[in-house]
C-alpha cells in the first residue's frame, strides 16, 4: 500500500539482498518530497508506516539516476543501479559506504510505478521550479541570517 499526500509519497516495498550464499529479504521504504524535488530517500529497517521512516537507515538518491537506471547502469559512486536486462523486471541496486557496501535486487515495475506518482507530484525538468533558489542562495550567503561579525 503506498501512502500520499498532496506534496509527498511513499512505497513500501521489499528489496532482496544479495549474500555470498544466500539472499536475505530487507524491508525498505520509498519516499518522495515535493520539497526536496531532486531526491528520493530509501529507508531500510521496519516500515511499517509512515513514520517509521524515522527508525531506519536512510539513503538519499537522486531521482534522476533511478530514473536513468531503469534502462542503463548509472551512477559512479557511492550509488550505483542497472537493469538486469532488458526485458526483466530486476534492477541491481548498489550502495557503498565507508562501513562497507551492499547489492540489491529489486523490482523494476515497482520503482517504476513509485517515479510516476513522483512525477505527478514534480513533472522531470520542474524541479528547480519548485525550489527558490535565489532565497535560499541569499540564507546561505548570510551565514544562514546571522551576522557573521558577531555584532
Same mark, same amino acid.
Given at each position: 500500500?503506498?501512502?500520499?499526500?498532496?506534496?509527498?509519497?511513499?512505497?513500501? =516495498?521489499? &528489496?532482496? &539482498?544479495?549474500?555470498?550464499?544466500?539472499?536475505?529479504?530487507?524491508? $525498505?521504504?520509498?519516499?518522495? *518530497?515535493?520539497?526536496?524535488?531532486?531526491?528520493?530517500?530509501?529507508?531500510?529497517?521496519?516500515?511499517?508506516?509512515?513514520?517509521?521512516?524515522?527508525?531506519?537507515?536512510?539513503?538519499?538518491?537522486?531521482?534522476? &539516476?533511478?530514473?536513468?537506471?531503469?534502462?542503463?547502469?548509472?551512477?559512479?559512486?557511492?550509488?550505483?543501479?542497472?537493469?538486469?536486462?532488458?526485458?526483466?523486471?530486476? %534492477?541491481?541496486?548498489? %550502495?557503498?559506504?565507508?562501513?562497507?557496501?551492499? =547489492?540489491?535486487?529489486?523490482?523494476?515495475?515497482? %520503482?517504476?510505478?513509485? %517515479?510516476?506518482?513522483?512525477? $505527478? =507530484?514534480?513533472?522531470?525538468?520542474? *524541479?528547480? $521550479?519548485?525550489?527558490? =533558489?535565489?532565497? *535560499?542562495?541569499?540564507? &546561505?550567503?548570510?551565514?544562514?541570517?546571522?551576522?557573521?561579525?558577531?555584532?
Amino acid at each position: 500500500m503506498a501512502h500520499g499526500s498532496t506534496s509527498r509519497y511513499s512505497c513500501p =516495498l521489499t &528489496l532482496q &539482498l544479495i549474500g555470498p550464499r544466500s539472499w536475505t529479504e530487507v524491508p $525498505a521504504l520509498l519516499s518522495y *518530497e515535493a520539497a526536496d524535488p531532486f531526491a528520493v530517500r530509501i529507508t531500510f529497517g521496519d516500515v511499517a508506516g509512515p513514520e517509521a521512516a524515522d527508525d531506519g537507515v536512510t539513503w538519499l538518491v537522486g531521482r534522476d &539516476l533511478l530514473r536513468v537506471g531503469m534502462d542503463r547502469p548509472a551512477g559512479d559512486g557511492d550509488v550505483r543501479v542497472w537493469p538486469a536486462s532488458a526485458t526483466a523486471d530486476v %534492477l541491481f541496486l548498489h %550502495l557503498r559506504a565507508p562501513s562497507g557496501e551492499a =547489492l540489491f535486487e529489486l523490482s523494476r515495475a515497482t %520503482l517504476s510505478a513509485f %517515479l510516476r506518482e513522483t512525477e $505527478a =507530484l514534480v513533472p522531470v525538468g520542474s *524541479e528547480a $521550479a519548485v525550489l527558490d =533558489l535565489d532565497d *535560499e542562495l541569499t540564507v &546561505l550567503l548570510s551565514n544562514g541570517g546571522a551576522d557573521p561579525t558577531g555584532r
